[in-house]
């Protein structure tokens, strides 16, 4: 993980724990191209956790956007997750 990345998940950590009180429910926003495989593997991360996914394809059917509401227990698990979709090509995280 590059210097910047990192220091961004730190950032993000020190967020979330400031403001949250743990365990809470957190909202992940993703965008992907637009494939079986790349819509799978994001759903198949949160998997048996309760959450709660939300799909919708662009205009053109290139990108989809995934809404994924579900409670997490600490800002580090938070982070967990979003190392774990970042192998995904072409995959944007807000």
């Known amino acids: 993980m590059d210097k910047k990345t990192e ?3 730190t950032r993000l950590k020190e967020e979330l724990a ?3 009180a743990w365990p ?3 909202l992940y926003k993703f965008i ?3 494939t079986l495989e790349n819509v799978m593997e994001v759903e198949n991360t949160f998997n ?3 959450a709660v996914i939300k799909t919708h394809q662009s205009k053109t059917g290139k990108f989809t956007s995934i809404s994924i509401n579900v409670t997490m227990e600490n800002p580090e698990k938070v982070v967990e997750k979003y190392l774990q979709v970042s192998n995904i090509e072409g995959i944007i995280s807000f």
């Open 18 to 20: 400031n403001t949250s």
């Open 32 to 34: 992907v191209p637009t």
């Open 48 to 50: 048996n956790m309760g």
């Open 24 to 26: 809470s429910e957190y």
């Open 7 to 9: 220091e961004f998940y």
